[in-house]
């Protein structure tokens, strides 16, 4: 059908074709290697007590080994714009979600004390 | 504001015309603000909204298809028009976020010195204590011309403290402390409406704000006194043995309370916390959850031992021992109509060492200056 | 509407098959679309009814019609049923489903399977709640709020939250395939930017069912088991927060709204244009605006939530936000109205529901305005004011859109048109009617009569008498379509395209036949490429007949279905 | 979702566009599935925040051992997941087979592990709304009774998923043996293959978040002194 040929649609037209989805051995186990030793990892600083840092190291660490999986066994590091930015959009909203709930949380307890705008009303000048 | 005067007028006039009401009674020095924002959008709003409206009938009859087959016209509409409308509009708008929150900041933290009420919200009723103990349910009798604040918690499900004629709304939530505060400016009976959904009864979760002459929410207080909230949070402290460990030695157990309410608390994990009433109120029944610096974490947690009243005692009772006296403003007036019952005054059955009691409080000085008219004079709203 | 003289296709998606088996097992998109059709016109009775007995307990102060619980699962139940089972399926599964191949000249959506499924599940949620109205209701108010929900009341809350979860799952499948659907089966050369608005606006739309509803179909499960198992995960009692759920609710409650708004939207872009024969004032403004509308409208659940004791930076932010969302609204309507400037105006019902809709959206929203203020809502906040800004929207706005695109597609769908007159009374009925209904709660709400009850004060009577008065008209208004429908599929003027209205969806036949078109149309143009005469400096000398006796003919292929 | 028997669907045009648009499907499936988990992991932050010595205690009493492991075995699974496919993708019907049953045999694992731990808790008493019953210091009660909800609702519903991806898998299992999938086809295997490393994903953060949030602390938890 006309749909490679057309121009406009771009999708079709600039994709990668059929080529190589999945990844070498190689690389496979790479990433694998590098999944066992962040889990090591992971384990490894959660035995030590590091403070206000243990959740940031522990996420940090999930976070590397999520974004390996990601790329490579998920193939997004191959894959075309539109579904990188499925999930680079479906993460975001959830950093939203998470953000937004926080401005909330993290911002309790703290009402400010401005100085009044209305301090020359007479109401309130009596006090 | 004559502006919003004139307008007042003009919808009160309305509403005895047509006995068909407008607009809702001013009374708190919240109100007229809230209604100014409240004209401002409407006069923006509305204009736009009738300019839209009235173009699209100029076009929509001046263009109509006066044939069946007419086509539509060339039309050269410049295209920075689309800019013009994201602009202007926008500018509008972040004039209104602006107001709105102005307005709302303005009223998010009460005064110092407000009177302070507590308020506990249940299925379906509202229940008030006043600092003095004297308790009401589902009136509020308060004073004008001074700040109130309600220091509100459910004992159930969420509720919502809506008084319209003051403008004022904050959700009553179980086991947490929310306020919200007023400054009566006009005497007269108002509606309290319970407005988030809370069962069966919701709608009947209504009650009524009398607001009073300060002399004669005094006369009031007088005759409805049932004993201080601070009095018997004292009460309540001793019979718990909470005093065991607290007994503000050198070597006590527990931290020195006295002073506590306000200040800034070290806690054991470095973090510094205000000591308000919800610090307060968790270091009794969740002592663990947050341990101040240099103690073990040994005080025993009264989850579930008290009631929320019992519990609204104790924190009054600890925020009393930490004001000093010149804080206090006591609203009784120098020449009381009727004489206290003896150890009624709270300030003079505090214990003793920490606060030293006062013979004469100071006039209140919203008394002293009151230019309004008595109350005969306003009219009080059907309930 | 123009009198055309055309037959009927021998064989379209109507006739192809018969029996009960060829509807319930189909994968036609068209067929799928009258399945919706059909279950959310039931829903829409029924939410309307409990609408009716709301508006009649309340013609007086006293409770005198119903006692409190039975008031109280009334508005819930008009509130679930509206909200989950009508609004936020209704265009989207039907005018959606049965357009979006069509307009993009497609011949089924990519996942059809996945389509029939989804209209299952949404059958299934809608027997959930049919059993609570059946059994005896739910009273929770359709936000279901904590601590309420999950341990004070004794209504069938289980059965409705798991009803909402299913619905929301059928609410996503349809996006999800949607978007599928208008990434990758579009005909060659219908590039983005030549995509109808409707198209775009149903994009958007999916955007926001895909990515919010997990949000609230977890929260539903998590207030049925808490329930069920009586453990605190909202309970303050046991620790839990209630204002968490209510961050999780409108996380997924506030995009919602714009689920339901979004698509009438496009449907008013696209009548504006049909009956001005114009195309739409700064397409790629309208279009991104959208977009714009389905993204910002992540970020301003919190303006529901201004005095539940959240933090107030949080309010002011939300605030902000809330305000920034209102930008492409207004992008929209000022569009519109451009669009009309020079246009060929004809006042069929489609188009005075559009006209409709512009004026009563445009209140709606700029109310919400208002509410979005937070010195402001700490008045309104709860009150009749909130209850008509979002009716204003949601009936005067996104159902008037909806009924206008019924009556826009109707011949389309069917291959016969409504009775103009009576599409023409119906319209002003419900105008006049919905009027009389909302705007004095405007009025009330600042007053301060609080939602969700069935007793007040008596000075609040005179206006919601009138209130009342409103919504009986308006049912009446409803329910002539309803009649006349049913009577056009039957006897109805045979018509193909009687709006001399372009786009693909007008070049297959009227009923299209089951693959939608024989060969596959390839675009080259514009969308709304209507015929336009010069300015002209007289208005009356620019009358152009060429262009007219084959309005619809401009990309030459696809036409063939049309004669078969 | 694709008709697994004839490799084009009649609405498509061609095999790519099949192809893509199920990729796409797939892809959007898992955003939603990353905001379903994403709301529960929003509402694990915010009690956490709420209660952050109990979630710790409460912590301790995981087994980190049997979660390293398991988390050891997703991974495994994961890899043999990609094997798989690219079995399927050069056409080698054996490797396919071969891989898949490995990575059913690791998810199994895991699965069994996770019966173990819901039974040892369940012994433990640490199951709210069946037997919860809380042997620490009274003041992380409702901390503990909050974690260990989210503990099993999270875990429960990923397992659910796990499950789910078995079941899959048996099907897929199937119809590789029975030749249906070739170079040009093996959408089905591709796609399941997403599935299964989403779910790995979704592991990869629930081990830390709540199996090591209190590993630093003496053994045992109830409570820190
Ligand atoms: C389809 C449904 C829908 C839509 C589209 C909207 C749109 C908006 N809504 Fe509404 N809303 C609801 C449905 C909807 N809402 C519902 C159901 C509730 C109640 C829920 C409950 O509690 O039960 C609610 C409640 C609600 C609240 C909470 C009130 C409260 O409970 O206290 C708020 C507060 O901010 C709000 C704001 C807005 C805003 C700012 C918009 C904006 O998107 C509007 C944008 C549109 C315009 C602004 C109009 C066009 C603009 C112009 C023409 C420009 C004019 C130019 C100038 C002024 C210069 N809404
Ligand atoms: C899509 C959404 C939608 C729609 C279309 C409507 C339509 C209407 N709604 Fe409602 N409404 C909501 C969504 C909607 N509403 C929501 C979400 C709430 C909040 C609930 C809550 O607080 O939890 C609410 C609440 C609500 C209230 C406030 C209740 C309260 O707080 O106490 C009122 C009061 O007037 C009201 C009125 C109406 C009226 C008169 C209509 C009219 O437009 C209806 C017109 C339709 C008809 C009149 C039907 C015609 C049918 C017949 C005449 C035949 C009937 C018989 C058969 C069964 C066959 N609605
Ligand atoms: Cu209390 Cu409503
Ligand atoms: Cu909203």
Redesign the pocket.
């Known amino acids: 059908m006309a749909h490679e040929t057309t121009p406009h649609n771009e999708h079709l037209a600039n994709g990668q074709g059929h080529a190589h989805h999945s990844i070498s051995p190689a690389t496979c186990l790479l990433v694998f290697a590098a999944l066992v030793i962040g889990t090591v990892a992971t384990v490894w600083t959660a035995s030590m007590d590091l403070g206000v840092l243990n959740t940031p190291v522990a996420l940090s660490i999930a976070v590397a080994k999520a974004t390996l999986i990601i790329l490579y066994f998920m193939h997004v590091l191959y894959s075309k714009w539109l579904t990188r930015m499925v999930v680079i959009g479906s993460f975001f909203f959830l950093i939203v979600l998470f953000g937004l709930t926080f401005a909330d949380y993290l911002t309790r307890e703290k009402t400010p004390e401005i100085p009044s705008l209305y301090s020359s009303d007479p109401i309130l000048k009596q006090q | 504001m004559t502006e919003l005067t004139l307008l007042n007028a003009l919808f009160s006039w309305a509403a005895l015309a047509f006995r068909l009401p407008l607009f809702p009674e001013q009374a708190s020095a919240n109100a007229p603000r809230v209604d100014a924002l409240y004209f401002f959008m409407l006069a923006v709003c509305g204009g736009v909204s009738i300019a839209i409206v009235l173009l699209i009938f100029y076009f929509a009859v001046k263009y109509r298809r006066r044939a069946p087959d007419q086509l539509a016209e060339e039309a050269h509409v410049p295209i920075a028009l689309e800019w013009a409308w994201i602009i202007i509009p926008s500018l509008f708008f972040l004039s209104f976020f602006a107001w709105g929150a102005l307005v709302y900041f303005e009223d998010a933290k009460a005064p110092k010195d407000a009177l302070e009420i507590a308020c506990t919200g249940r299925q379906w009723m509202w229940k008030f204590q006043h600092p003095d103990g004297q308790r009401e349910i589902n009136t509020l009798h308060i004073p004008i011309g001074k700040p109130i604040k309600l220091v509100m918690v459910s004992e159930d499900v969420i509720h919502s403290m809506f008084v319209p004629a003051f403008r004022i709304h904050m959700d009553v939530i179980p086991k947490r402390y929310t306020e919200v505060w007023f400054e009566a400016t006009k005497p007269g009976t108002y509606h309290m409406f319970c407005s988030q959904?809370c069962g069966t009864e919701h709608a009947n979760m209504i009650g009524s704000v009398v607001a009073l002459e300060p002399h004669e929410y005094q006369a009031w207080l007088n005759g409805a006194a049932t004993g201080s909230l601070a009095l018997r949070g004292e009460g309540l402290f001793n019979k718990l043995a909470c005093n065991g460990c607290h007994t503000g030695d050198a070597e006590a157990r527990g931290p020195y309370l006295p002073g506590l309410y306000g200040r800034n608390v070290q806690l054991t994990t470095g973090e510094v916390i205000v000591a308000d009433e919800n610090y307060i109120r968790e270091s009794i029944i969740k002592p663990g959850a947050k341990i101040a610096a240099g103690y073990d974490n040994i005080m025993p947690g009264y989850d579930g031992q008290l009631t929320e009243e019992q519990i609204i005692e104790l924190v009054a009772y600890i925020k009393h021992l930490g004001k000093k006296y010149d804080q206090f403003e006591p609203v009784a007036p120098p020449t009381a109509p009727a004489p206290r019952p003896a150890g009624q005054n709270p300030d003079q059955t505090l214990p003793t060492g920490n606060v030293k009691p006062s013979a004469t409080p100071p006039a209140t000085p919203s008394e002293a200056t009151s230019p309004r008219p008595a109350p005969e004079g306003a009219r009080p709203k059907a309930n | 509407m123009i009198e055309e003289n055309v037959s009927l296709p021998r064989i379209h998606y109507l006739n192809s098959h018969y029996g009960w088996k060829s509807w319930l097992f189909t994968t036609d998109h068209k067929r799928i679309g009258l399945l919706y059709m059909i279950s959310i016109t039931l829903m829409?009775?029924?939410?309307?009814?409990f609408?009716?007995l709301?508006?009649l307990e309340?013609l007086t102060p006293q409770a005198d019609m119903f006692n409190a619980d039975t008031?109280n699962k009334?508005?819930?139940l008009?509130?679930?049923i509206?909200?989950f089972f009508?609004?936020v399926p209704s265009i989207p599964a039907t005018l959606g489903n049965f357009l979006i191949p069509l307009m993009i000249g497609a011949k089924d959506v990519a996942f059809p399977k996945l389509n029939l499924l989804s209209w299952y599940i949404y059958a299934i949620g809608s027997l959930f709640t049919l059993w609570v109205v059946a059994v005896g209701g739910v009273d929770t108010?359709?936000?279901f709020y904590t601590p309420y929900s999950t341990t004070f009341a004794n209504t069938h809350v289980i059965a409705a939250t798991l009803g909402v979860f299913f619905t929301g799952f059928s609410s996503i499948l349809t996006g999800l395939n949607f978007i599928v659907t208008i990434h990758k089966m579009r005909a060659p050369g219908l590039t983005w930017f030549r995509l109808p608005l409707f198209i775009w606006s149903l994009y958007a739309t999916s955007i926001i069912q895909v990515l919010a509803t997990p949000v609230l179909g977890i929260t539903m499960v998590l207030i049925a088991v808490e329930r069920f198992a009586r453990v605190g995960i909202f309970d303050p009692a046991l620790g839990g927060d209630p204002v968490l759920f209510q961050h999780m609710f409108w996380f997924y409650s506030h995009p919602a709204v714009y689920i339901?708004i979004l698509p009438s939207l496009g449907v008013v872009s696209e009548l504006i244009s049909a009956f001005t024969w114009k195309r739409v004032f700064g397409y790629k403004f309208v279009a991104v605006s959208s977009l714009m509308i389905a993204i910002f409208s992540f970020i301003v659940w919190g303006h529901h939530m201004y005095v539940s004791s959240m933090s107030i930076y949080a309010g002011m932010l939300f605030s902000i936000l809330s305000y920034l969302v209102a930008v492409p609204s207004a992008v929209k309507v000022f569009n519109w109205t451009a669009t009309l400037y020079k246009g060929s105006v004809s006042y069929d019902t489609p188009m005075l529901y559009a006209l409709g809709f512009i004026g009563l959206f445009t209140i709606g929203g700029l109310t919400g305005l208002f509410l979005a203020s937070m010195g402001l809502d700490r008045h309104l906040h709860d009150t009749?004011f909130v209850?008509a800004h979002?009716?204003l929207i949601?009936?005067g706005g996104?159902?008037m859109g909806y009924f206008g695109g019924l009556h826009y597609w109707w011949p389309k769908m069917f291959g016969r048109m409504y009775p103009e007159w009576w599409g023409r009374l119906s319209a002003l009925i419900v105008f006049v009617g919905?009027n009389l209904?909302?705007f004095p709660?405007f009025i009330i709400g600042y007053l301060g009569m609080p939602?969700?009850?069935?007793v007040y004060a008596p000075e609040f009577q005179v206006l919601n008498v009138m209130?009342?008065a409103?919504?009986?008209i308006?049912?009446?208004g409803?329910?002539l379509p309803l009649v006349y429908f049913i009577w056009s599929l039957r006897y109805g003027k045979v018509a193909s395209n009687p709006w001399m209205a372009k786009g693909l969806e007008w070049e297959a036949a009227s009923p299209p036949l089951p693959e939608n078109f024989l060969e596959q149309p390839v675009v080259t143009e514009e969308a709304y490429n209507y015929p336009i005469r010069p300015a002209q400096p007289t208005r009356h000398t620019g009358r152009l007949t060429s262009g007219l006796a084959q309005p619809a003919d401009t990309t030459g292929k696809g036409r063939e279905a049309e004669v078969v | 979702m694709s008709n697994a028997h004839s490799p084009i669907a009649h609405h498509f045009y061609t095999v790519e566009q099949q192809k893509e648009a199920a990729t796409i499907g797939m892809w959007l499936f898992l955003a939603t599935e990353i905001l379903l988990f994403g709301a529960l992991f929003t509402a694990y932050a915010v009690y956490r925040q709420k209660f952050p010595d109990a979630f710790m205690v409460a912590s301790s009493r995981m087994d980190w051992k049997m979660g390293g492991l398991n988390t050891l075995f997703l991974i495994i699974s994961s890899v043999t997941m990609v094997f798989a496919v690219s079995a399927a993708e050069k056409g080698r019907r054996g490797g396919l087979l071969g891989f898949l049953a490995a990575t059913g045999f690791f998810g199994t694992l895991f699965l069994v592990v996770k019966y173990f731990e819901y039974k040892h808790h369940y012994h433990d008493q640490d199951v709210p709304g069946l037997n919860f019953h809380w042997a620490g210091a009274p003041e992380f009660a409702n901390g503990a009774q909050m974690f260990f909800f989210l503990y099993f609702f999270m875990t429960g519903l990923h397992a659910l998923h796990m499950v789910v991806g078995l079941g899959l898998l048996i099907w897929i299992f199937i119809t590789a043996y029975q030749g249906k999938y070739s170079p040009e086809y093996y959408n089905p295997v591709e796609m399941f293959g997403l599935y299964w490393h989403f779910v790995d994903l979704v592991w990869i953060f629930l081990f830390p978040l709540l199996y090591l949030l209190g590993a630093h602390l003496p053994p045992g938890g109830g409570g820190h002194h």
């Open positions: 959904y | 829409f009775f029924l939410g309307g009814f609408a009716l709301i508006r309340l008031y009334f508005f819930t008009h509130g679930v509206l909200v009508f609004l108010g359709w936000t339901m009749y209850i979002f009716h949601m009936v996104a159902v919905f209904s909302f709660q939602r969700r009850y069935h209130s009342t409103g919504s009986s308006l049912g009446v409803y329910l």
